[in-house]
């Protein structure tokens, strides 16, 4: 490598870190060093990051060993004064010579556009990384996404975790530095059992290798955790079963261990009898275990795989030891499954008066009460019953009196399905119980029932109006109550469900339901923004243009159409096919000079008098009057059925009579009637085009 250039290698151990942080802790601690490395125009190659639970690392390539010599100007007195009238330096020109480091025939003269001056010219030499180095670590960890920090012994030092040792290697050298009040070296340590001794570096570029071999200590986060999935999946299929895992769950098993080792346990098949969703967040949420289910996909095995921490010489207690552990975990929730059911969901619903949603919003008795009013209103628009709708608004908080959701609160709705079929409920209600709380993250699907869909909708927007009237508003990256989930959750529930609903309609409703003394009346407007602002996000974060989005709500506002999600969704799918036509670009350019002719003239928002034929004096107006009459009838039965695709494909067909009158009629003549009758044209294509989008807005390729 050349020799202006060496890697850098950065290694903090500690104490046993956060495991669900740590791979945030990683990527933004290598990302801080690098954004250090950038600031100090400090030149490098790529890098790499590591982590296990007790050190975090980083490993740059070929970090320049200086910054670049950068070229200085520095202006001093103005020429006059810095000269006698002899030609003589004054004391100033003397002054800013001594300030410059140079003698006075170093100087030289700045002319500006304000006046002539005397100035200095020169390079300045950079500092070199290892001056520079220490303070850019120490930047880097006071950056870290740590909520709290904490001391130990009597050193004011602050971290996540005690740190233990730190190298700063760049090259061969350590470059001395005390950080965290811990000296910098070449040492790092290798597995806290299998290997606790140092392990001294010549260079960084051997650091991941001999932690390895010597250390059997795994520190690439990513390796790791291949390594346990391989190591996971290869267990479940000697047993002919499969692992269930998420990536929550991958990632913290990766940051509890150096060195894994998977191994499979059993547990008693009695526990069987209780739902499978508890026993999995027990096993998954408590003890990190991959739970196992069979290939046929036939249900749960009393089986489950754990990763330990290291290789012993006698797996056999360490499977003992982790089936000794899951066993009262187990025997937990079938008590509170066999307890739970002694009493019915619906002898519950007087206890919701005791348990607080909001201190000024009610209870959850008062919160169910409003959501199945809410639901009943629109409950023809879902195709259920206002019976069933208020029934599942009475049970849907009821499970979170129980003592299972109390220990796992993750099983919220998924226990109330249980328990409701368990009372004799309706399938379809104790279905809704569960599906009533989808979607409840990003990609999670929506609920496939009617009635859920219903009591999903209903339940958030009862929430959002209820939240902001307390003027308790998202701001920033701060959302303590995931409004914005929840509005995402309902406009994916329309949209995905394809109901028609009217948003407005509906917050309206849920805001005349709050109690009295909340001025929620005020919030329906902001929240049905905050919901647009959402549903414009949803289509950008699926990679639509920005412009579908806003012909489709700048038509809603010229038009005081109604919000509803569905219809909205399919006027932006329409709109996101025609600019897929080769026509597309010249209408929507068309479409933008008509809104910009008929504003200049005064009558973009007034209605014209119909189109007299006997004042079209040119044929090219004749055939546009003629084509968009033909149009005319169709695009509005299409519109009206919803068919906004094929409405908009028929429009295409205006192309080549658009372009022609705008090539050789004068829309402005200077005959009134003439000009009038011509702007009475446009005012109909026009509108025409905004039957299912401000066409305008779309992108024209300019």
Known sequence: MNQAHRDLLVELGTEELPPKGLRRLMES?????????????????????????????????????????????????????AYDAAGQPTQAALGFARSCGVEIEQLCRLETTKGVWLGYRGTEPGRTAAELLPEIIVQALARLPIAKRMRWGDSPAEFVRPVHWLILMLGEEVIPA?????????????????????IALREPLEYSDRLHEE????????????RILAQVTHCAEALGAQALWDDALLDEVTALVEWPVALAGTFDETFLRVPP??????????????????????????????????????????IAGNERVIRPRLADAA????????????????????????????????????????????????GVTGDQIERVAWLSKTDLLTEMVGEFPELQGVMGRYYAAHDGEEEAIALALDEGYRPRFAGDPIAASPLGQLLAVAERADTLIGIFALGKTPTGAKDPFALRRAALG????????????????????????????VDAARQIQPVLQFCLDRLRGLYLERNYPGELFEA?????????????????????MACAEFIQLPEATSLAASNKRIHNILRHAGADDQPFSPVDPEHLEHPEERRLYEAVNALAGEIESQVNAGEYTAALRHLAILREPIDRFFDTVLVMADEPSVRINRLA?????????????????????E
């Open 29 to 81: 601690f290598a990302s801080q060093v690098i954004a250090g490395l950038d600031q100090a125009e400090l030149s490098h190659a790529d890098h790499r990051c590591f982590a296990t639970p007790r050190r975090l690392a980083v490993l740059v390539r070929g970090v320049a060993l200086q910054q670049p010599t950068r070229q200085i100007e520095r202006k001093g007195p103005a020429w006059s004064v």
């Open 215 to 226: 250390g059997c200590v795994i520190a690439d986060f990513e390796a790791r955790r291949e």
């Open 552 to 572: 489709v709500r700048t038509l809603t506002q010229q038009k005081h159409l109604i919000v509803d999600p569905w219809d909205f969704h399919r006027r932006v």
């Open 490 to 517: 309902l406009l994916r529930t329309c949209i995905e469900g394809q109901r028609s609903i009217d948003l407005e309609a509906l917050f309206r409703l849920a805001a005349e339901l709050m109690p009295a003394e």
């Open 277 to 318: 969703e508890a026993l999995i967040s027990s096993m998954q949420g408590h003890q990190k275990y991959f739970p196992l289910r069979s290939k046929a996909d036939t249900g749960l095995l009393a089986r489950f795989i754990t990763v330990a921490n290291l290789k012993s010489q006698d797996p056999a207690q360490v």
């Open 178 to 198: 005390t950080l965290l009040d811990t000296v910098s070296g070449n040492f790092s340590r290798g597995h806290r059992i299998h290997h606790p001794q140092p």
């Open 681 to 701: 044209l446009l005012a109909c294509v026009s509108q025409l085009f905004l039957s299912v989008a401000d066409v305008g807005w779309l992108p024209t390729g």
């Open 335 to 382: 008590f509170f499954w066999d307890q739970d059911r002694r009493r019915p969901l619906a002898e519950r619903i007087p206890q919701l008066k005791h348990v607080l949603f909001q201190k000024q919003l009610g209870s959850l008795y008062d919160k169910s009460a409003r959501i199945g009013a809410l639901g009943r209103h629109f409950a023809a628009d879902f």
